[in-house]
């Protein structure tokens, strides 16, 4: 059952979208929205019963089992609860192996949950250029690219999975992204491909170099016997490896793709490339770097933190000069994936436990701050803070207070999902691995709790810009509604799990932690 319910999660988006795809054009345009729904959210509750069932006492893919204790040669393997492997390309020793276990399942759970939750938003609310069919069968499959490299236990077969996402993403932001700027969202779409695909190319070359090192691309194989060596070729395909998973979360400066990506990506759009795929890069890292090239990793470490703690820092200053609410909030996760990012590089059992708390928390904080702006946007025709003027409280009360919850989430409000995993982060950084120099970890640690000052300030920038202000001199725009039932149904859960992850943070660390 549990095999089974992996390739469906892997196989049905694909498939719907295919059919929505063969049939005619007006009967399929009518009800995508609605059959995406459907299958989306059998999904969801697909990927939460595998969870559930992981979580069993007969699961063997505890923490321990995953980590171990983080010794330098095994920082992290692979001990998968279910396993898929049968051979695919046999000349190129290439197998079709897929593996969920504690670390993938929480992630795969977040992708199924913003698919349905954007499925649910279209069956109201659609970009004006319509096309309702193609837009939710590349939602589907996207989902299929998503979980597929969150399962993949291949380095090939990771990266073909890695891959499916990259043109569907490009379509959504080329035809249904900003209607008002045609030419900037073309721009947007193929600095995003561009990039992306640029950063792949060096993935693949890393996986290359692995291959010819350990003579496979197996990586339940890889944790158990990691590529030893801290220079040569295993650094070089570390550093390449890095870097192609850097462009993808992004890390500065190879962040440049992301603001224009948001800011011209329609609301569905936004959600996913924040909610998810950004995750891809984050991910990769845990799942590749650290229990593969321990000793390579080990050695540009230091590297990997401070180019993490500059994205925080200018993260953080780019979102105060920000006069658009979609490029502040694109902005603000060019510093959270930096936390991550640091998080990853203290390879410490605080550092890992706050980049995977961390990577769940900024895609159901983030999903909702981009629903919220796409809110304020179809309102106003606009996401410009200087054309939507303030007093948002008095205009649209539950829109305005829903996104200072949002924010202050964001920020990191004890209490909200946000707090646990930049707190744990900076707490790795203040105890890294014992064999990476703790004096520039301590370093980078004050300077990254900076940017968590930075990060308060912009946020409440945001909120006196957008929401506070004399009513009568920002009259009340032309719309009827201020949070539609759609719009609730869509914003509930996120809402909620933003309070329950952050009162009850051990419901996912208790996975992970070894505190």
Same mark, same amino acid.
């Given at each position: 059952?549990?095999?089974?319910?992996?390739?469906?999660?892997?196989?049905?988006?694909?498939?719907?979208?295919?059919?929505?795809?063969?049939?005619?054009?007006?009967?399929?345009?009518?009800?995508? =929205?609605?059959?995406?729904?459907?299958?989306?959210?059998?999904?969801? @509750?697909?990927?939460?019963?595998? !969870? !559930?069932?992981?979580?069993?006492?007969?699961?063997?893919?505890?923490?321990?089992? @995953?980590?171990?204790?983080?010794?330098?040669?095994?920082?992290?393997?692979?001990?998968?609860?279910?396993?898929?492997?049968? $051979? !695919? #390309? $046999?000349? &190129?020793?290439?197998?079709?192996?897929?593996?969920?276990?504690?670390?993938?399942?929480?992630?795969?759970?977040?992708?199924?949950?913003?698919?349905?939750?954007?499925? @649910?938003?279209?069956?109201?609310?659609?970009?004006?250029?319509?096309?309702?069919?193609?837009?939710?069968?590349?939602?589907?499959?996207?989902?299929?690219?998503? #979980?597929?490299?969150?399962?993949?236990?291949?380095?090939?077969?990771?990266? @073909?999975?890695?891959?499916?996402?990259?043109?569907?993403?490009?379509?959504?932001?080329?035809?249904?992204?900003?209607?008002?700027?045609?030419?900037?969202?073309?721009?947007?779409?193929?600095?995003?491909?561009?990039?992306?695909?640029?950063?792949?190319?060096?993935?693949?070359?890393?996986?290359?170099?692995?291959?010819?090192?350990?003579?496979?691309?197996?990586?339940?194989?890889?944790?158990?016997?990691?590529?030893?060596?801290?220079?040569?070729?295993?650094?070089? =395909?570390?550093?390449?490896?890095?870097?192609?998973?850097?462009?993808?979360?992004?890390?500065?400066?190879?962040?440049?793709?992301?603001?224009?990506?948001?800011?011209?990506?329609?609301?569905?759009?936004?959600?996913?490339?924040?909610?998810?795929?950004?995750?891809?890069?984050?991910?990769?890292?845990?799942?590749?770097?650290?229990?593969?090239?321990?000793?390579?990793?080990?050695?540009?470490?230091?590297?990997?933190?401070?180019?993490?703690?500059?994205?925080?820092?200018?993260?953080?200053?780019?979102?105060?000069?920000?006069?658009?609410?979609?490029?502040?909030?694109?902005?603000?996760?060019?510093?959270?994936?930096?936390?991550?990012? %640091?998080?990853?590089?203290?390879?410490?059992?605080?550092?890992?436990?706050?980049?995977?708390?961390?990577?769940?928390?900024?895609?159901?904080?983030?999903?909702? &701050?981009?629903?919220?702006?796409?809110?304020?946007?179809?309102?106003?025709?606009?996401?410009?803070?200087? =054309?939507?003027?303030?007093? %948002?409280?008095?205009?649209?009360?539950?829109?305005?207070?829903?996104?200072?919850?949002?924010?202050?989430?964001?920020?990191?409000?004890?209490?909200?999902?946000?707090?646990?995993?930049?707190?744990?982060?900076?707490?790795?950084?203040?105890?890294?691995?014992?064999?990476?120099?703790?004096?520039?970890?301590?370093?980078?640690?004050?300077? =990254?709790?900076?940017?968590?000052?930075?990060?308060?300030?912009?946020? &409440?920038? %945001?909120?006196?810009?957008?929401?506070?202000?004399? $009513?009568?001199?920002?009259?009340?725009?032309?719309?009827?509604?201020?949070?539609?039932?759609?719009?609730?149904?869509?914003?509930?859960?996120?809402?909620?799990?933003?309070?329950?992850?952050?009162?009850?943070?051990?419901?996912?660390?208790?996975?992970?932690?070894?505190?």
């Amino acid at each position: 059952m549990r095999d089974s319910l992996l390739i469906a999660l892997i196989a049905v988006p694909t498939l719907t979208a295919v059919v929505l795809w063969a049939l005619p054009v007006v009967t399929a345009d009518r009800i995508a =929205a609605l059959v995406g729904t459907i299958v989306s959210g059998v999904l969801l @509750v697909a990927s939460i019963v595998l !969870w !559930w069932d992981m979580r069993r006492p007969h699961c063997p893919c505890t923490a321990e089992a @995953v980590f171990g204790p983080l010794p330098r040669t095994v920082p992290g393997k692979l001990t998968p609860y279910v396993d898929i492997n049968t $051979p !695919w #390309i $046999p000349s &190129l020793d290439v197998r079709f192996h897929l593996a969920v276990d504690t670390i993938s399942i929480p992630l795969i759970a977040l992708t199924t949950l913003l698919v349905f939750l954007c499925c @649910v938003y279209s069956l109201k609310i659609t970009p004006r250029i319509g096309r309702t069919r193609s837009l939710i069968a590349l939602l589907l499959v996207i989902e299929t690219g998503v #979980i597929g490299t969150f399962s993949a236990s291949d380095l090939v077969l990771f990266f @073909v999975f890695f891959e499916i996402v990259l043109i569907p993403m490009w379509l959504v932001i080329d035809i249904w992204g900003d209607d008002h700027d045609r030419a900037g969202r073309r721009r947007a779409a193929t600095t995003f491909i561009l990039m992306t695909v640029f950063g792949s190319a060096l993935m693949l070359l890393g996986f290359l170099l692995i291959h010819r090192h350990a003579g496979t691309f197996d990586l339940v194989f890889l944790g158990q016997h990691p590529v030893k060596g801290g220079h040569g070729v295993p650094l070089a =395909a570390a550093i390449l490896i890095a870097v192609g998973l850097a462009v993808k979360m992004p890390l500065w400066p190879l962040h440049i793709w992301l603001p224009d990506a948001h800011a011209k990506a329609p609301t569905v759009g936004s959600v996913l490339l924040a909610g998810v795929l950004l995750k891809l890069g984050s991910y990769g890292m845990i799942r590749i770097l650290l229990p593969v090239l321990p000793d390579a990793t080990a050695t540009i470490a230091p590297y990997l933190a401070g180019f993490s703690v500059v994205a925080i820092i200018a993260g953080s200053l780019a979102c105060l000069a920000q006069t658009d609410v979609k490029r502040l909030i694109a902005y603000s996760s060019v510093g959270h994936m930096g936390f991550i990012g %640091l998080g990853i590089a203290t390879m410490s059992p605080e550092g890992l436990n706050g980049a995977l708390y961390a990577n769940l928390a900024h895609g159901i904080i983030t999903g909702l &701050l981009f629903f919220l702006a796409g809110a304020i946007k179809d309102r106003h025709d606009t996401s410009d803070l200087r =054309a939507i003027g303030r007093a %948002l409280y008095a205009r649209l009360p539950r829109i305005s207070g829903l996104l200072t919850y949002a924010c202050l989430a964001s920020l990191g409000l004890p209490g909200l999902a946000g707090f646990w995993g930049e707190m744990l982060v900076l707490l790795g950084a203040y105890h890294p691995a014992d064999w990476l120099p703790r004096a520039t970890f301590i370093v980078l640690m004050v300077i =990254a709790g900076l940017g968590t000052v930075l990060t308060a300030a912009y946020f &409440l920038r %945001l909120i006196r810009e957008l929401c506070q202000g004399d $009513p009568a001199e920002n009259p009340p725009a032309a719309f009827a509604v201020d949070l539609s039932r759609i719009e609730f149904v869509t914003f509930a859960p996120l809402v909620v799990l933003t309070v329950f992850l952050g009162l009850w943070p051990f419901t996912l660390l208790n996975q992970w932690t070894f505190l």
